[in-house]
């Protein structure tokens, strides 16, 4: 059981839009950064967005980054087949004094 | 360009140690934070330690608190994982991960990992 809860998959089809919930409490997302990343299958993990919103160089803008409260949002739109993916979000956590990842969502594109 | 290599992983009994290698180049090593995340087979993302750049302060998760030791030579730009009394539980791909600053903000660069394997 992760500390952060994010949907196991979701899936929607090429060139639309789909979003990726990240849900915490007081202790992570609340009090600190949101980052997500993306892994591709068989790779090691990429940066996607830093400090709840904002996109490395090389990203492409297709990808944001939402926060409120406890809760975050990955969102991904013109999905392209190469968009298929593990996203994972992560925040530290300062009642764990650790970082915390999401379990993990496995995105199917159409 | 950010290189980060890491090395030392393989197949060791329960109970027994291992010792990671991770090393740096292509920025600042001293400056920066940095972290083990491994990933079971099949399994997520799960953070393992951060050490950060200056200070050298240490933060573990609680799976692996008193068995596993996280250090740096910054004068070697290598960052390194000693991890006794393994459990089957360890077995996954060890990621060396640099952080954004000195400090565990964000991980920005991810090695890409050597597999650890504890069985008998």
């Known amino acids: 059981q992760s500390v952060l809860t994010q949907p196991p998959s979701v899936s929607e089809a090429p060139r639309q839009r789909v979003t990726i919930s990240c849900s915490g409490s007081?202790?992570?997302?609340?009090?600190?950064?949101v980052n997500w990343y993306q892994q591709l299958p068989g790779k090691a993990p990429q940066l996607l967005i830093y400090?709840?919103?904002l996109l490395p160089s090389g990203v492409s803008d297709r990808f944001s980054g939402s926060k409120s409260g406890t809760s975050a949002s990955l969102a991904i739109s013109g999905l392209q087949s190469e968009d298929e993916a593990d996203y994972y979000c992560?925040?530290?956590?300062?009642?764990?004094?650790?970082?915390?990842f999401g379990g993990g969502t496995k995105l199917t594109v159409l | 360009e950010v290189h980060l290599e890491e090395s030392g992983g393989g197949l060791v009994q329960p109970g027994g140690s291992l010792r990671l290698s991770c090393v740096a180049s292509?920025?600042?090593?001293?400056?920066?934070?940095m972290s083990w995340v491994r990933q079971a087979p099949g399994k997520g993302l799960e953070w393992v330690s951060t050490?950060?750049?200056?200070?050298?302060?240490?933060y573990y998760a609680d799976s692996v608190k008193g068995r596993f030791t996280i250090s740096r030579d910054n004068s070697k730009n290598t960052l390194y994982l000693q991890m006794n009394s393994l459990r089957a539980e360890d077995t996954a791909v060890y990621y060396c991960?640099?952080?954004?600053?000195?400090?565990?903000?964000?991980?920005?660069?991810w090695g890409q990992g050597t597999l650890v394997t504890v069985s008998s």
């Open positions: 991960a640099k952080e954004r600053g000195a400090v565990a903000l964000a991980i920005d660069f």
């Open positions: 292509g920025f600042t090593f001293s400056s920066n934070a």
């Open positions: 050490i950060s750049g200056s200070v050298g302060s240490t």
């Open positions: 007081s202790s992570n997302i609340g009090n600190n950064a």
């Open positions: 400090y709840d919103d």
């Open positions: 992560a925040a530290w956590d300062d009642s764990l004094n650790g970082r915390v």
